[in-house]
């Protein structure tokens, strides 16, 4: 499919009036763009534009996401907080919680949020990094629906629950990884449907032990149907590790539903008894360690950097150009973006004419 770029102030201002067009404050609106916008900037298409009208849009529309957020503290202590998102908007509640983990990680030195009752937050590196600018080492994770295997499993049991990891440096970017613990996730799943490219080998196992190959919309809907699952990190049983992404994964689970008594597996498959949809009540966590109250901000960016451009700077594999730290493939592509604008495939193009022409919006697009 061809792709169209439009340019960041239009993207930025389309879906900011699209939002509230459904009815999610202004301020909100403005905390939501941010963060699926920051996920192109960085090159990670699955989590943005992408993502837009089917995860949020229909999702409010459907009645099963609340665009006005509703975010209830249940218990405050001063290293500790947590909340009921009450099914709000997922960034505008994770935003609050990584700047409250923040907020207390600078007083005390560590600061820690969980959430239940969420909806997807958007990509998890967006709070990680709030957390380095502000000098503080970065942790969140979030569960999901249950479309991902345990080890030695052919049923979807949990979600691909990113474990995403943030340390500030001395660099112009920090180090960040934020990934799943699944080898691939829904959302890239989903993307390779709409650009017409096949699943890749390994990543998702059938109901009868098999691997699924092909046609990347056949393997969505037999997860969708719960006859197939994605992988967990290592693939399909004990021999390439994948026990250590289960492991991780079920860590995940643990953080984003035990401490705040949030649902869990199969309960946030999105539908009831009678299989209506409804919606996903979803868990994050979030951690902010601040380095001032160790030996140092200054000190930890310059040790960090040091550390890992000694890595950057190892012996490379025959024919391998570069070594690359987490953070630094997506910081290139920011740069290569910042000028231009957002690459918009065709499917993607259709749904924002939709989204535009059913609010009434005016906005003409370059492939209008």
């Not at 169209?4 to 999610?24: N, P, R």
């Not at 008894?273 to 951690?287: K, M």
Request: hydrophobic residues 35%; aromatic residues 8%; proline residues 4%.
């Amino acid at each position: 499919m061809p792709k169209i770029t439009l340019d960041w102030k239009t993207t930025h201002d389309f879906m900011v009036d699209a939002f509230k067009g459904v009815g999610v404050p202004a301020d909100d609106a403005e905390i939501v763009v941010d963060v699926l916008l920051e996920s192109d900037r960085r090159g990670i298409e699955s989590h943005g534009c992408n993502r837009f009208k089917p995860i949020y849009i229909d999702r409010i529309n459907a009645g099963i996401q609340n665009p006005v957020t509703n975010y209830e503290i249940i218990k405050d202590t001063p290293c500790t907080q947590v909340v009921d998102g009450h099914n709000g908007m997922g960034q505008v509640i994770g935003h609050r919680a990584m700047t409250t983990a923040i907020e207390k990680a600078k007083k005390y030195g560590m600061g820690m949020v969980v959430v239940r009752n969420s909806c997807h937050y958007g990509i998890a590196g967006y709070y990680t990094t709030m957390a380095t600018k502000a000098g503080c080492i970065g942790m969140t994770g979030t569960n999901a629906r249950p479309s991902v295997a345990p080890t030695f499993g052919v049923e979807g049991m949990f979600g691909t629950n990113p474990l995403t990891l943030g340390f500030p440096t001395d660099e112009e970017f920090d180090f960040n990884i934020d990934c799943a613990t699944s080898i691939t996730q829904n959302g890239k799943v989903e993307y390779y449907a709409r650009i017409g490219e096949d699943v890749h080998p390994g990543t998702i196992i059938d109901i009868d032990g098999n691997a699924v190959e092909g046609d990347a919309s056949v393997a969505l809907k037999k997860i969708r149907e719960g006859t197939a699952a994605l992988t967990t990190l290592g693939g399909i049983g004990e021999a390439l590790g994948g026990y250590k992404g289960y492991g991780f994964a079920l860590f995940v689970e643990l953080l984003s539903a035990a401490l705040q008594d949030g649902a869990y597996g199969k309960d946030l498959d999105g539908k009831d008894e009678e299989g209506n949809i409804r919606p996903y009540h979803l868990g994050h966590f979030f951690v902010a360690i601040d380095t001032d109250h160790f030996l140092g901000e200054d000190l930890a960016r310059k040790k960090a950097g040091d550390i890992i451009r000694s890595i950057r700077a190892s012996k490379k594999a025959p024919g391998a150009e570069r070594i690359y730290s987490a953070g630094e493939k997506e910081y290139e592509i920011w740069k290569q973006r910042e000028p231009h604008g957002v690459p918009i495939n065709e499917s993607v193009q259709k749904e924002m004419c939709k989204v535009r022409d059913d609010l009434g919006l005016d906005y003409k697009f370059p492939w209008d």
